[in-house]
């Protein structure tokens, strides 16, 4: 699977030279190492010394033989058997490839937590323009002054060469995900026990920062809607929130409404934000750890400590499967660790510490972007008295018919309770449809209660 010549276009590169100098945030030198040295995203092109991390040569550009739209995903990597399994008896063969929330996971559950290593697959692909802007933006994009909105930038990353831990966690917030995604997706908080009551979440999602055409002065400050209606079970049904993202929430907050089926009303949503509790979570997540992280930057200082090596969840097919019934993956303390894939790929680590005179329910929290994709792929965070608090993993797969690399199951272990919440489940529903019709009268308050009132 290798890059087409036409892939790494001379166009986007010659657009990247001519940008003004003013508003360059690496020099056009630096920049011309994307599609050379560095793939246009970013990430070191060469695998590591020893060989254990591949080269990329463009991650998957056909789906696999079979593939139809609408399939659960096959997995092209099915034939992979692990090369290790990591449990509490051997971790400190490992420990230099782990993060110290991992560590914390064999501590809390070390007889049912391990890790199965697979080959490593950089899988991750993306249409060619958003290669084409990516290349483009890193002459181009620029923090605002206060480092919480983008400008010069458009449709892809906007800093594929970060210089600090902003420059990441911006290339998270506005990493390709569709033009439009809709799914069903399964959420669950189970007892210390084991036992679930699984939560149905329709989705509608509108990135209009991501269409073809898209400037950060088109989309007027919003970089998408969000839709979101819990369908089951009948307690919670018929509970809408609708989210107007805005790029740069200091300027110009996040709007929220949600309409509550048994006042039939739409009220605007201003908590809808940081770390107040998330969608039906039972208090297992914060608003902001929905995709990783979403939201303002505002309240922590970002500082970018650079590449390693790391085991983390990838191409997680299997537990993407529709072979798979929800039984099968939910179990007391984690997920059933026999459907998971974890693979040594190189990250970003950056760590977020919060600034004085803000507030969070997280002192601290470190996260780990896949150098091929800046998905947050894991994530550490801490409590006031700096103890490990909640572990995040995203567990991703490529959508090839996209293509973009992207999560399946997000999972956030608490492991000073006991509990965790895992969010995407959708073995048994209907998979993502992503650039579908979606039109933009349906993320209004207006379309919300004619929805609710159906």
Not at 66 to 95: R, S
């Amino acid at each position: 699977m290798k890059l087409a010549s036409t892939q790494l276009a001379c166009g986007a590169l010659a657009l990247m030279l001519a940008a003004p100098a003013a508003y360059a945030k690496v020099t056009p030198e630096e920049a011309a190492k994307l599609g050379q040295e560095l793939t246009p995203m970013g990430a070191i092109q060469a695998g590591n010394a020893d060989g254990t991390i591949p080269a990329w040569d463009g991650g998957i550009t056909t789906p696999p033989a079979g593939y139809e739209p609408g399939m659960h995903h096959p997995d092209p990597f099915a034939d992979d058997a692990p090369i290790a399994t990591i449990t509490a008896a051997n971790v400190d063969q490992f420990q230099d490839k782990l993060s110290p929330g991992q560590l914390a996971m064999f501590r809390r559950y070390p007889d049912t937590w391990k890790m199965n290593i697979y080959p490593s697959r950089r899988s991750a692909s993306y249409p060619q323009r958003i290669y084409d802007f990516a290349i483009a933006n890193a002459t181009t994009a620029e923090l605002t002054a206060d480092g919480n909105g983008v400008v010069n930038a458009r449709e892809s990353i906007p800093f594929p060469i970060p210089q600090n831990g902003l420059h990441a966690i911006w290339n998270h917030l506005l990493r390709y995900r569709g033009n439009t995604v809709q799914r069903i997706v399964g959420q669950v908080s189970p007892t210390s026990g084991g036992a679930y009551n699984l939560v149905k979440i329709d989705e509608q999602i509108y990135l209009s920062y991501a269409h073809p055409g898209a400037s950060i002065e088109s989309i007027n400050n919003t970089l998408g809607y969000f839709l979101q209606e819990v369908t089951a079970p009948a307690r919670l049904a018929g509970t809408i929130l609708l989210v107007h993202e805005t790029l740069n929430q200091e300027a110009e907050p996040r709007k929220a409404w949600t309409y509550n089926p048994g006042q039939r009303r739409v009220r605007r949503a201003p908590n809808v934000a940081y770390d107040n509790p998330g969608t039906a979570s039972d208090g297992q997540r914060t608003s902001d750890q929905l995709d990783m992280f979403n939201g303002a930057p505002d309240r922590y200082n970002w500082e970018l400590k650079g590449r390693r090596e790391m085991y983390v969840p990838y191409n997680s097919y299997k537990l993407h499967s529709d072979s798979l019934e929800y039984d099968d993956i939910i179990q007391a303390g984690h997920l059933n660790q026999d459907v998971t894939r974890y693979e040594l790929h190189r990250v970003w680590e950056v760590d977020a510490t919060l600034k004085e005179g803000t507030s969070h329910i997280y002192a601290r929290r470190t996260f780990y972007f896949d150098e091929d994709s800046w998905q947050i792929v894991a994530a550490d965070q801490y409590d006031g008295r700096g103890e490990i608090w909640r572990v995040s993993e995203a567990h991703n797969i490529n959508y090839y018919e996209v293509p973009l690399l992207w999560e399946t199951v997000v999972t956030q272990y608490d492991v000073q309770n006991g509990r965790y919440l895992a969010f995407g489940l959708n073995n048994q529903d209907r998979i993502e449809i992503f650039n579908d019709d979606l039109e933009l009268r349906q993320f209004t308050p207006e379309g919300l209660r004619r929805k609710g009132r159906r």
